[in-house]
């Protein structure tokens, strides 16, 4: 099979130069096996050195290069040609600050992400002759569907609440929270409560579910959001029973905050 001519709508923002965002057009001649990511380069090595845009393994596991194509955000490297039209219109990231091209700011998720501890906070160091901690299968699968984030972020790209309130962890962090929450060698849970059971944590989320929809990994952030609703549920009234057991945070309630 001979080479496709596809059209290439690439979005452009130059800072030195752009007042705002415009469209610009390329011919791309392609082979039946390309991706998105394969017809960027070519423009980049072949028509337009000034193109900007990131990228890294083209195996689907680094997740930079995630960008929004003919509406929809994906990673670049597993959106194939011969799915798509003969004209193809990339856009960078929604809701995030274009710094170049299809380059976007990340900052500000980098520091949401530090806000929910994404890491385990280790018990003691069990009792065992080799002092490691063992799982059980289902243990395992606690925890498992929820690890599998690469952090592309096309779920801050289409969740409503992360582009109206800025405050709003985002459903990738909020995720993370909840992989290291159930994993059973984890005891940071109250460490990561006076922000994932706010009003700028789960409670914000309305449970549209498009972050679910675009995950390339089928993380399923909103279901791992919806499950620390009931855990901190759970938790509030619990402590309505218990008074002496302080427990942060509760449904509609913020740590410390507004209802």
């Not at 415009?22 to 039946?32: D, G, L, S």
């Not at 059980?136 to 925890?143: A, H, R």
């Not at 620390?228 to 905050?257: C, E, Q």
């Amino acid at each position: 099979m001979g080479e496709r001519q596809i059209t290439l709508e690439v979005m452009r923002y130059r800072p030195e130069t752009d007042t705002e965002p415009v469209f610009q057009t390329y011919a791309v001649p392609c082979q039946e096996e390309w991706v998105v990511l394969d017809a960027l380069n070519y423009v980049k090595d072949n028509l337009d050195r000034s193109l900007s845009f990131r990228w890294s393994c083209h195996m689907a596991v680094c997740g930079s290069c995630a960008m929004v194509v003919n509406g929809t955000p994906m990673l670049s490297c597993k959106a194939f040609l011969r799915d798509l039209p003969d004209t193809i219109q990339v856009e960078p990231l929604r809701n995030f600050p274009i710094e170049r091209d299809l380059v976007v700011v990340l900052d500000d998720f980098m520091e949401k992400l530090r806000s929910v501890k994404p890491y385990i906070v280790p018990k003691e160091a069990p009792a065992t002759p080799d002092g490691t901690f063992r799982q059980s299968t289902k243990q395992l699968k606690m925890f498992k569907p929820f690890a599998m984030c690469i952090n592309c972020l096309a779920c801050y790209s289409v969740c409503p609440q992360y582009g109206l309130n800025e405050g709003f962890a985002g459903p990738a962090a909020l995720a993370l929270a909840h992989r290291y929450n159930a994993d059973s060698r984890d005891v940071g849970r109250k460490a990561r409560e006076d922000v994932v059971a706010s009003n700028v944590g789960i409670w914000e989320c309305t449970f549209v579910g498009a972050c679910s929809e675009v995950c390339p990994k089928d993380v399923d952030p909103a279901a791992a959001i919806q499950q620390t609703k009931i855990a901190s549920t759970v938790d509030y009234f619990t402590d309505l029973i218990l008074p002496g057991r302080k427990v942060k945070g509760g449904p509609g309630k913020a740590a410390g905050g507004k209802a």
